[in-house]
């Protein structure tokens, strides 16, 4: 019974300490309730703990007995430790003082750095400042020697005067701060300034009077002075009258030089033109048999020749614009002619590589850009210019070759580009001039053939013909050319003009053609006309040209005309009969059909028995009128595919109710077989 009890108890301990913290169970408050729980006398209990108290104690005490030696060791090696950490102690102490007394030093020592780095920079800003005045002042030897005694063309001479110049502002410089010290190298400086600017002026002068001498290349003395091109600068800034003086020198040797040359050249240029050139009647609607005075100039053998291009345009071509120029001697030795364009271009082609590098020249040596650049160039330039001007009014006074002057107003388009990329705008005014001159005198030109058009009478141009006339001819040339060299650089003003001789061109051939009795003549002639103007057209304008659309859809309209006038004869009542029909089955009328059967029957046995005979003689025909194969043949391919088509629709109404029963139907050509029989009458160009 007890041991069940005490288990009990045990149980209710264990559980009680599982539930309970660690630290709380282990403090005495949590004994002493333990130990009442279990049942324990507490005095029992606190005996049995003073006497165990005492055990521990005692044996303590032996314990201690017995290590008392080593206690004893162990006190005086602490006492020895206390003695030398004192003296550590102390050392640590004085050291302390010493790095406080050692830092305030530093500090001292620093501020002192500091203060001796600021003034050293000061000096030594003031050493440099000071340095450069010295340097700039102080005249060396060696520039003495150099500007006293070297050649202008030695390099040590060209050296010696860029430090002389930068001495020379310098001094200007400090002068001008109220430096005392300027005035001591003053003196020298203008004695080496005026012997500087005594031998470059003697220097460039000759250079310039060398461009006078005859027979001299001016441009290799010129190229030559780009070398030296400091010396001007170094007048500009030093003596100003001597650089004026210079400046004027030159500008009135080049331009001498430039204008004697062009006066030379362009006379001995125009001696190698071609001798038979246009006038005044040498116009499109001037007729071939017109008869001159007896005292008359012959005109040219051949009028159509200055309405056709040829190889004219291949001035304008970039392999030939920028061609060398002519050689006029050369030519004349050869025996060698050339149109009014080649020699313009010529010309113009050398003022243009002359003016681009003498601008360039004055820009760099005279060191100007802008409005003085351009200013200074026409002072060179400007006499040749209006030489060139008066030169080319005068020549287009006479002139009335409309080609001619078009491809000289192309040439001036190309070769102001070619100004524009190499940066010369100088030129710009004189493009300007030059064109004011020329489009005036190719509208007046066009306006005047274009009134020759206009006023041509038919009924004085002798015996007519159906084929292609001469004036038609020379538009298509005329017109060919024009549009072929506007097709580069294209112009509105242009098209607007050749739109004008178009429509009189249009109108005279209507006018021509009336002349002819017979509707079939009228239609040949145009279209003779028409297709040769568009074949010459389409050689040398784009497809997709005005002027190719315009006669194009006039030739395909009086094409057509001319088929339905050619089938008209023989084949009329087959035409007639099938338009009447299909009208009447479109209108809902085909029983009026059945009062045609004894017409349909002589239709059917007619073409039956003709057919070939017409279709021969249609061939015979076409090929007789047309001077353009081609065309011919165009033309009866065009007639007999418009033949089976009628022929076709012919089959369709006898398909009607109201004449299939007709027995004349037995004797219709099969359609199949009369392509192939007309397959054999179309020709083969």
Known sequence: MYEKWHLAHRGVALVFRSHCHLENWTSPLMNLFWMKWMGVDLRHYSKQVELELQQI?????????????????LHNQITACDAVLERMEQMLGAFQSDLSSISSEIRTLQEQSGAMNIRLRNRQAVRGKLGELVDGLIVPSALIMAILEAPVTEPRFLEQLQELDAKAAAVREQEAR????????RGILDRLRVKAV?????????????FRKPMTNYQIPQTALLKYRFFYQFLLGNERATAKEIRDEYVETLSKIYLSYYRSYLGRLMKVQYEEVAEKDDLMGVEDTAKKGFFSKPSLRSRNTIFTLGTRGSVISPTELEAPILVPHTAQRGEQRYPFEALFRSQHYALLDNSCREYLFICEFFVVSGSAAHDLFHAVMGRTLGMTLKHLESYLTDCYDAIAVFLCIHIVLRFR???AKRDVPALDRYWEQVLALLWPRFELILEMNVQSVRSTDPQRLGGLDTRPHYITRRYAEFSSALVSINQTVPNERTMQLLGQLQVEVENFVLRVAAEFSSRKEQLVFLINNYDMMLGVLMERAADDSKEVESFQQLLNARTQEFIEELLSPPF???????????????RGQAERLRGEEARVTQL???????????????????????????????????????????????????SQPQLRALPA???????HHLMVELKKHKPNF
């Open 57 to 73: 104690e005692q044996k303590s005490i032996r314990d201690y007995i017995q290590e008392s030696e080593n206690i004893a060791s």
């Open 178 to 185: 109220g430096t005392a010290a300027c005035a001591d190298v």
């Open 198 to 210: 005594t031998k470059i002026r003697e220097f460039i002068l000759q250079k310039i009077y060398s």
């Open 417 to 419: 580009n070619i100004a």
């Open 572 to 586: 009329g009542g087959l035409v007639a009969f099938v338009k009447e029909a299909e009208a009447l089955i479109e």
């Open 604 to 654: 059917i046995r007619g073409f039956g028995s003709s057919w070939k005979s017409s279709v021969e003689s249609l061939s015979q025909d076409v090929m007789r009128s047309f001077t353009n194969f081609r065309n011919g043949t165009s033309i009866i391919q065009g007639a007999l595919t418009q033949l089976i088509q009628l022929y076709h629709r012919f089959h369709r109404v006898l």
């Open 665 to 671: 139907r037995a004797e219709l050509i099969n359609i």
